[in-house]
């Protein structure tokens, strides 16, 4: 193994040089170079520090809609224990499991990172019960990850968006879990990339297992109601379940010489029982969905009160864009509030005022 170049104040305004021919010497073959990015819509000179996928990592850590995930729900709604996961914590997850895989197969770090940190930015407020809410409402549905997508092409930056390189974007608007195939990808979900489908697996680990043991924290279950076939083969612990998770990952995407990564058809059958049965008693359950449907009101009602209400509009979003629908400019507003936002707003919008008599 060479050992990597001293960098000197001569070399320093060629890092990024450096760091990209380290990329071919080091990563697998089937790994995504930054060198051969396909780019971004709009061109810019390259830093000279950082390679492409460094550089849309930093661009999405450092934008407001990456510190508003700190405040939006995972599974439970506005929870009130300090260890219960939020969006930011689960996003963190999945690129620290994402990592592991992509270090064990020699891929590119940087750009599982970006996609891993990009990919819930278009998540709405309370989970996926504010997703549903706000697919009912829009013409053609809504699905947070073309939310996010928009997000960083449209959205960030007043407008202008961080023009992401197109490996990041596609990682993005790939990493959803399908509708028919949740955990195996259909076929025209799957990124073209090896980095983005490891980022995919890694958010299907992260969530399964941490909404499990947020469903234990909460007393929803007990860790004897786990069915045993998952917890002999995946295992009985938090961190058993991801290691097994993550060890059949990368033995069996090297075992298929890195043509795809993908989980063994036996641990799929036990990933795919153990969401089904997140579904049942956790997900679907009377108390989860009681929530779910006052979250359904508060959205509803907040996005007519914007609809009819020029003022409001005006007051809470600022001026108007032209030539882009009321409806989907709401849309966008309603889908970037974190869960306090929204229940300050609603309580100043739809909830008497205590008088005071002086």
Sequence with gaps: ???????????????????????????????????????????????????????????????????????????????????????????????????????????????????????????????????????????????????????????????????????????????????????????????????????RLADIVAYLNHDLDDALRADILKPEDLPPDIRHHIGSRHSERIHRLVEDIVHTSLDLHLAEIRLSDGMLERVEGLRDFLFVRVYELPLVRQDFDRVRKIIWELFEAFMGNDDLLAREMGSPVEDMERERQVCDFIAGMTDRYTLDLYHRLFLPRPWMKL
């Design 1 to 199: 193994m060479s050992k990597p170049p001293n960098v000197t104040p001569h070399t320093s305004r060629i890092v990024r040089v450096l760091l990209e021919e380290r990329e071919r010497q080091f990563l697998a073959p089937q790994a995504q170079l930054s060198a051969t990015s396909l780019g971004r819509f709009r061109g810019e000179e390259e830093c000279p520090l950082r390679t492409a996928f460094q550089r849309d990592r930093d661009r999405i850590v450092h934008c407001k809609a990456f510190r508003r995930l700190k405040h939006k729900t995972q599974v439970f709604l506005s929870p009130t224990g300090d260890h219960y996961r939020t969006r930011l914590t689960h996003t963190l997850e999945v690129s620290q499991i994402a990592r592991t895989i992509g270090r064990a197969l020699a891929l590119n770090e940087d750009l599982i990172e970006a996609i891993a940190l990009g990919h819930d930015l278009g998540h709405t407020a309370f989970g996926h019960g504010g997703e549903r809410v706000l697919h009912e409402i829009m013409p053609g549905g809504f699905f947070h990850n073309e939310q996010s997508l928009r997000v960083v092409d449209l959205l960030e930056n007043n407008g202008k968006g961080l023009n992401l390189s197109m490996e990041v974007r596609e990682g993005i608007i790939k990493h959803s879990k399908g509708r028919s195939h949740p955990i195996q990808a259909e076929p025209a979900q799957k990124s073209a990339t090896l980095e983005g489908q490891t980022v």
